[in-house]
C-alpha cells in the first residue's frame, strides 16, 4: 500500500474513532474517554514495541519526552471534551490551524520564512474559520464582519479544538527533538507507548474509577481503541514512506471525513457551508505543506 492510500486510512480511522466516540460514549467523564482513546489504545499496541527495532534512548530523549507528555495527557482532555460536547463541524477544522500556528511561530521566533504558498495556506485556513461560522454573524450585538471569527473564541468546543492545534504544534517540535536520540523505526511504538503509559498513570492517580475502562471493556470500548490503533499505525506506516509535511496534510482530510460524519450520524446542519470551509481549510494545510516540504 502506498504513502498515500496509508494516509487516506489514517485519516479515515480517526474520523470514525472521533464519531464512534461522540455515539457511544458520550455520556462518560472526560478520564474515561481518555483512558478508553489512549489507554485502551496503548495495550492493544503492545506488540508493536515487540516488533519494533530494539532501541535504547538517549538520556536526552528523556528530556524532550519529559516536556511533551503532559502537554499530550492535556490535548487528550481538550479533544474528548470538545467531540463529546459539540458538533464535530465546528470543532474538527480547527485541527488545521496546528500548522499555521507551527509557520508563525517558526517566523516570529526563529526568523524562518514564510513562502508564498505557505502564506496564502495561511489566508486560505482563516477563510474557511471563517465561512464555517458564518451563520453567527447575525448574532452580534452589533453585527460585524469580525463576528464571525470572534464566535471561535466564544463557542467552547471549538476553543477546546483550537487549544488542541496550539498544543499540537508545540509537541511537533518536541517529537521532532525526541526524534534526533532514537531510531525513526522504533521512534512511534517508544512514543505512543510512553503517551499512552503516561495517560493510565495520570488518570489513575486523578480519577481511579476511570481504571475501570481497562478492568472491564466494552464492546464500545474496543471499537473505539481499535480505530485509533488503526489510526496510529497507518500514520507512521505513512510517514515512513514521505515527507512528514505531505503525510499530515492528507492527513487533515479527517476534517472532511468528520464533516460528512458528523451530517449522518447527528445530523448536523450546514453540510455543503461546512465541507466548502472544511475544504478550503485543508486546502489551507496542503499549501503550508507544499512550502514546508520544498524548504
Known sequence: MGWL????TCALALALADTATKRFLAGYP????????????SLLLVPWLFIAPPASPQPAFWLWMGAALPLEVLAEVLYVLAIRDS?????????????????????????????SAGVSGILLVVIGAY????DQARLGRPPTWFTPLMAIVRHRGSRYMLGVAVIYGITSVLGKGALQYLPTAAFGAYYFALVGGATVLVFALWQPTSLKTLARPRPAHFLVAG?????????FMALALTETAYMIAVKRVSILFGIVLGA????????????????????GVALIASGDAAV
Open 131 to 134: 465561512v464555517l461560522n458564518l
Open 264 to 283: 449522518l450520524f447527528f445530523a448536523e446542519r450546514h453540510l455543503a457551508r461546512n465541507l466548502f470551509a472544511g475544504a478550503l481549510m485543508v486546502g
Open 87 to 115: 458538533p464535530l463541524a465546528l470543532t474538527l477544522p480547527y485541527l488545521a490551524f496546528t500548522p499555521v500556528l507551527t509557520a508563525l511561530t517558526g517566523y516570529l521566533l526563529l526568523g524562518e520564512t514564510l513562502s
Open 30 to 41: 472526560a478520564a474515561d474517554l481518555v483512558m478508553v482513546r489512549f489507554g485502551l489504545t
Open 5 to 8: 492510500a496509508l494516509a487516506l
Open 227 to 235: 480505530l485509533m490503533a488503526a489510526m496510529i499505525l497507518t500514520h
